[in-house]
């Protein structure tokens, strides 16, 4: 059930009154979820890579470069998912991260050919 507009309104000023009274107290709770979100994206990303890790060898013995292919990419999504948790950093979605490689590597393929003699 949805709050009302009053609702929100008084939910709004008692934040903003707690945030005047006890700011060191509104920082500890923000901290403390903050380092928790980080945590598990750290952990989700391990075991993304591992996941990763097992698709590349699965692909790489049984000859299926695709599913090769598709660890590989989940390795580096994950591995850098994982480096912005432990940084502090909030983690791109996993399509803004494609999106970016996608562009990097038609950048790189583009320069490369307009460059070939």
Request: hydrophobic letters at 45%; a positive charge.
């Amino acid at each position: 059930m949805p709050l009302s507009e009053e609702e929100l309104r008084l939910l709004e000023q008692m934040e903003r009154a707690l945030v005047q009274e006890d700011p060191k107290f509104v920082s500890a709770l923000q901290g403390a979820t903050l380092r928790r979100a980080q945590q598990r994206r750290a952990i989700l990303s391990g075991v993304l890579f591992s996941g990763g890790i097992a698709l590349l060898m699965t692909g790489v013995v049984s000859d299926l470069w695709a599913v090769g292919l598709l660890g590989f990419v989940l390795m580096l999504l994950s591995a850098t998912m994982g480096l912005n948790a432990v940084r502090g950093r909030p983690s791109p979605s996993i399509s803004d991260s494609a999106e970016r490689l996608s562009a990097s590597l038609r950048g790189m393929l583009g320069r490369r050919s307009r460059h070939e003699w």
